[in-house]
């Protein structure tokens, strides 16, 4: 069983910033790709942002420059630091890891998600 916790959520000034951090925990043997995703009313899931085990790196283009993501590989840790935060920003954001268990099983992992909401 694995699970991931997210935690850094919710309520910001436009213009603010916000850490998000999500762990996961369980029979981990090893945790490929990680990646943030986001929600917002009545608009479809996207893919924020996504990192590899080695440090690569993608994002969508609103967040380029403003949100980075980043892993600790020994705590099994994905992280979304997200700078001048914008109304548009406001969602649930979730976390997902590509995860290999101590059994080999191989599927992806989510989270419960974080609200983050941006006041203007």
């Known amino acids: 069983q694995v699970q991931l916790v997210e935690s850094g959520g919710g309520l910001v000034q436009a213009g603010g910033s916000l850490r998000l951090s999500c762990a996961a925990s369980?029979?981990?043997?090893?945790?490929?790709?990680m990646g943030w995703y986001r929600q917002a009313p009545g608009k479809q899931r996207e893919l924020v942002a996504s990192?590899?085990?080695?440090?690569?790196?993608s994002y969508v283009d609103s967040v380029k420059g403003r949100f980075t993501i980043s892993r600790d590989n020994a705590k099994n840790t994905v992280y979304l630091q997200m700078n001048s935060l914008k109304p548009e920003d406001t969602a649930v954001y979730s976390c997902?890891?590509?995860?290999?268990?101590?059994?080999?099983?191989?599927?992806?992992?989510w989270g419960q998600g974080t609200q983050v909401t941006v006041s203007s």
């Open positions: 369980g029979s981990i043997a090893s945790i490929y790709s």
């Open positions: 997902n890891a590509d995860v290999i268990t101590t059994t080999m099983r191989h599927f992806t992992s």
């Open positions: 990192i590899t085990r080695s440090g690569s790196t």
